[in-house]
């Protein structure tokens, strides 16, 4: 037999082999959960953005929702605007007092003998944007802080609970948790928040708990918007000293103010509900994803970028990038 006519068998076979693997993991990614007013599911950061649009989302599709909130007005917006099943308990996740306290109002708020189907640490912060340099221990802290730490420290508390019924772990991280672009705290803490949940992952592997990661690209949300980020590249480099400030120029802070403002117009996506959606998929679909990695820029532009040797995701990466006034001496 020749090698064409070997090639040539390989294709018939493997091709309806792909196209029956595509088919079979489809229809089992669409299987979805019953009886959810039995299970309760406790999600951080729900005074807006994507936290508060999934407690309304599982509130609808009839689960126990106890949304943490950091403010009582956020909690008392969000009790107005769901079911009376839904349930607030104050949460500050950098806080540990918090979590401890929230932790014994979740208790109480479980019927007897019953844990938590699911938690999702969605609580999150954009943090600082501009150059390492401009930035200040207390900008790192305040991000890791919240980001990281929460994610952890909420974990270590409320894993108990979700261990009692074999459920899962929801972790909000970013596509900036794969590849590092323009905001280094933020990038650090999502990058922790990677490792974390795939060691999570691992450890509970043989404990029928599940650990599930979303990774959303740019997305229009009070989190992230043009103007607070150009605001805050101008409150940055205010803040650095004044040797600082003349190694960069001011060339390179309004050169980067206008392209990364130009790229957030170009690639952020209205299109919040997906998010939610996987959000929504990782907590009550039978066979979730590990990894949901959410919007176009994400799937298509980094996902290239991260594929790619570093040599050259580097170039393509800074080739738009201001060059510092000093650099160019």
Same mark, same amino acid.
């Given at each position: 037999m020749s090698s064409f006519n070997?090639?040539?068998?390989?294709?018939?076979?493997?091709?309806?082999?792909?196209?029956?693997? +595509?088919?079979?993991?489809?229809?089992?990614?669409?299987?979805?959960?019953?009886?959810?007013?039995?299970?309760?599911?406790?999600?951080?950061?729900c005074d807006t953005g994507f936290g508060n649009l999934l407690a309304k989302r599982l509130d609808r599709n009839g689960v126990n929702v106890i949304a943490g909130c950091l403010t009582s007005d956020g909690a008392a917006a969000l009790r107005n605007a769901c079911s009376q099943t839904l349930k607030t308990v104050e949460l500050d996740v950098s806080k540990e007092t918090s979590i401890r306290q929230a932790k014994e109002r979740v208790l109480k708020l479980l019927?007897?003998?019953?844990?938590?189907?699911?938690?999702?640490?969605?609580?999150?912060?954009?943090?600082?944007?501009?150059? +390492?340099?401009?930035?200040?221990?207390?900008?790192?802290?305040?991000? +890791?802080?919240?980001?990281?730490?929460?994610?952890?420290?909420?974990?270590?508390?409320?894993?108990?609970?979700?261990?009692?019924?074999?459920?899962?772990?929801?972790?909000?991280?970013?596509?900036?948790?794969?590849?590092?672009?323009?905001?280094?705290?933020?990038?650090?803490?999502?990058?922790?928040?990677?490792?974390?949940?795939?060691?999570?992952?691992?450890?509970?592997?043989?404990?029928?708990?599940?650990?599930?990661? +979303?990774?959303?690209?740019?997305?229009?949300?009070?989190?992230?918007?043009?103007?607070?980020?150009?605001?805050?590249?101008?409150?940055?480099?205010?803040?650095?000293?004044?040797?600082?400030?003349?190694?960069?120029?001011?060339?390179?802070?309004?050169?980067?103010q206008q392209k990364f403002c130009s790229l957030l117009s170009l690639i952020m996506s209205p299109k919040i509900h997906k998010v939610v959606d996987a959000y929504a998929h990782a907590v009550l679909s039978m066979f979730p994803k590990n990894r949901y990695v959410v919007g176009f820029d994400a799937n298509i532009l980094f996902r290239i970028l991260w594929n790619l040797p570093e040599w050259l995701s580097d170039f393509i990466v800074t080739r738009p990038m201001a060059t510092p006034a000093g650099a160019k001496k």
């Amino acid at each position: 037999m020749s090698s064409f006519n070997v090639f040539g068998t390989y294709i018939q076979l493997g091709v309806p082999l792909v196209c029956l693997f +595509i088919i079979v993991r489809w229809v089992l990614r669409s299987l979805y959960l019953s009886h959810n007013d039995k299970r309760f599911v406790l999600i951080t950061g729900c005074d807006t953005g994507f936290g508060n649009l999934l407690a309304k989302r599982l509130d609808r599709n009839g689960v126990n929702v106890i949304a943490g909130c950091l403010t009582s007005d956020g909690a008392a917006a969000l009790r107005n605007a769901c079911s009376q099943t839904l349930k607030t308990v104050e949460l500050d996740v950098s806080k540990e007092t918090s979590i401890r306290q929230a932790k014994e109002r979740v208790l109480k708020l479980l019927p007897a003998g019953k844990g938590l189907w699911a938690l999702v640490n969605n609580a999150g912060i954009s943090g600082t944007v501009g150059p +390492i340099e401009w930035q200040t221990q207390a900008d790192y802290r305040s991000v +890791i802080e919240i980001n990281l730490f929460g994610v952890i420290f909420v974990t270590n508390a409320f894993l108990p609970l979700v261990r009692h019924e074999r459920g899962r772990v929801v972790n909000m991280a970013s596509i900036m948790g794969r590849f590092a672009m323009a905001c280094g705290p933020y990038s650090a803490a999502k990058y922790g928040v990677e490792g974390f949940s795939d060691q999570l992952r691992r450890e509970l592997y043989k404990t029928g708990v599940t650990v599930h990661i +979303i990774e959303p690209g740019y997305f229009q949300t009070g989190i992230v918007s043009e103007e607070r980020m150009r605001k805050d590249i101008e409150t940055r480099f205010q803040k650095c000293d004044k040797e600082l400030q003349e190694y960069y120029g001011e060339t390179f802070k309004l050169e980067t103010q206008q392209k990364f403002c130009s790229l957030l117009s170009l690639i952020m996506s209205p299109k919040i509900h997906k998010v939610v959606d996987a959000y929504a998929h990782a907590v009550l679909s039978m066979f979730p994803k590990n990894r949901y990695v959410v919007g176009f820029d994400a799937n298509i532009l980094f996902r290239i970028l991260w594929n790619l040797p570093e040599w050259l995701s580097d170039f393509i990466v800074t080739r738009p990038m201001a060059t510092p006034a000093g650099a160019k001496k």
